[in-house]
């Protein structure tokens, strides 16, 4: 689970000094105009499984993952913009993960409604591309741009090969260029991708999902529903178990019981048939007490 050395983000994208995610200073001459840039454009561009894929790698992060380590968050995105130079259109990668950045509190404010880099003081730490056409640049321009602004880690995920170079292909940033990984494993975020045959929302595909250390998927919220009904399940099946259990062991100690009865009914038989007997002997003579 190796990777080639990354590097921070490059001259001229705005970043925090400590790379902790404080927002960035920027000189007053180069502050953009937020209300100036167009942040939504309403268009629908995405196929069905593309929307669903997206959801599934965001959706699972937020239900299952508990991040990178205590006191460490992190921020999942699904078709969102990322702004990383006030002077450059922005880029919309189909996901996004980053760590360690401010949670922009109020959704309204148009600051917290997009990926500013400027704002949250660092790139992400992976962008992900899903190849719809031959026409996404996913393999030349895109990757350049991640490359220089300095995003650690870059995925394209072509579920139908489109570009005839593989389903799945993950770089690290070495020195500003890509360098292809052998292993979608990031070791920076402790997470990693792998393809997965399975079902999502009632379709079966081939989907990418994001894995953790012990190589278990990060699972969705609708498989937590599962998983927490079939845990219900075991524990009404040991209730039920140990509940016939118990039955069966007051069974047997009510039929202990009856036995324990039915024995001192019989040696209280044998005591009245002694009783008589030797009334009998004395009535005859005859002492019952000699031998």
């Given at each position: 689970?190796?990777?080639?050395?990354?590097?921070?983000?490059?001259?001229?994208?705005?970043?925090?000094?400590h790379?902790?995610?404080?927002?960035?200073a920027?000189?007053?001459?180069v502050?953009?105009?937020l209300?100036?840039?167009?942040?939504?454009?309403d268009?629908p561009?995405?196929?069905?499984f593309a929307e669903?894929q997206?959801?599934?790698l965001?959706?699972a992060?937020y239900?299952?993952?508990?991040?990178?380590?205590?006191?460490?968050?992190?921020q999942?995105f699904?078709?969102?913009?990322?702004?990383?130079?006030?002077?450059?259109?922005?880029l919309?990668?189909?996901?996004m993960?980053?760590?360690?950045?401010?949670?922009?509190?109020?959704?309204?404010?148009r600051?917290?409604?997009?990926?500013f880099v400027?704002?949250?003081?660092?790139?992400?730490?992976?962008?992900?591309?899903?190849?719809?056409?031959?026409?996404?640049?996913?393999?030349?321009?895109?990757?350049?741009?991640?490359?220089?602004?300095?995003?650690?880690?870059?995925?394209?995920?072509?579920?139908?090969?489109?570009?005839h170079?593989?389903?799945?292909?993950?770089?690290?940033?070495?020195?500003?260029?890509?360098?292809?990984?052998?292993?979608?494993?990031?070791?920076?975020?402790?997470?990693?991708?792998?393809?997965?045959?399975?079902e999502y929302?009632?379709?079966?595909?081939?989907?990418?999902?994001?894995?953790?250390a012990?190589?278990?998927v990060?699972?969705?919220g609708p498989e937590?529903?599962?998983?927490a009904?079939?845990?219900?399940?075991?524990e009404?099946?040991r209730?039920?178990?140990?509940?016939?259990?118990?039955?069966?062991a007051q069974?047997?100690?009510?039929?202990?019981q009856?036995q324990?009865?039915h024995?001192r009914?019989?040696?209280?038989?044998?005591r009245?048939?002694?009783?008589?007997?030797?009334?009998?002997?004395?009535?005859?003579?005859?002492?019952?007490?000699?031998?």
């Amino acid at each position: 689970m190796s990777s080639p050395t990354e590097t921070s983000t490059p001259a001229g994208v705005p970043t925090s000094p400590h790379g902790n995610g404080a927002r960035a200073a920027l000189p007053p001459e180069v502050v953009p105009d937020l209300e100036a840039l167009v942040i939504e454009d309403d268009t629908p561009v995405d196929s069905i499984f593309a929307e669903k894929q997206q959801r599934l790698l965001a959706e699972a992060l937020y239900a299952s993952w508990a991040g990178p380590g205590p006191n460490r968050t992190f921020q999942a995105f699904a078709n969102v913009g990322l702004f990383f130079n006030p002077s450059e259109d922005p880029l919309a990668p189909d996901n996004m993960l980053a760590i360690d950045i401010p949670v922009g509190g109020d959704l309204a404010l148009r600051r917290n409604r997009s990926y500013f880099v400027w704002e949250r003081g660092k790139p992400p730490d992976v962008a992900i591309e899903i190849v719809s056409d031959r026409r996404g640049r996913e393999e030349d321009f895109k990757l350049e741009t991640y490359a220089r602004i300095g995003v650690p880690y870059y995925v394209i995920f072509d579920p139908l090969d489109r570009l005839h170079h593989g389903v799945l292909r993950c770089f690290a940033n070495q020195a500003g260029e890509y360098q292809p990984l052998a292993e979608a494993w990031f070791p920076r975020i402790g997470l990693g991708l792998m393809l997965w045959d399975g079902e999502y929302e009632g379709h079966r595909a081939r989907w990418l999902r994001w894995y953790d250390a012990q190589r278990r998927v990060i699972a969705a919220g609708p498989e937590l529903a599962v998983q927490a009904r079939q845990l219900l399940d075991q524990e009404r099946q040991r209730a039920e178990q140990a509940q016939q259990q118990a039955e069966q062991a007051q069974q047997q100690a009510e039929q202990a019981q009856q036995q324990a009865e039915h024995e001192r009914q019989r040696a209280e038989q044998e005591r009245q048939r002694a009783e008589q007997l030797a009334a009998k002997l004395r009535a005859l003579g005859i002492d019952p007490q000699q031998p």
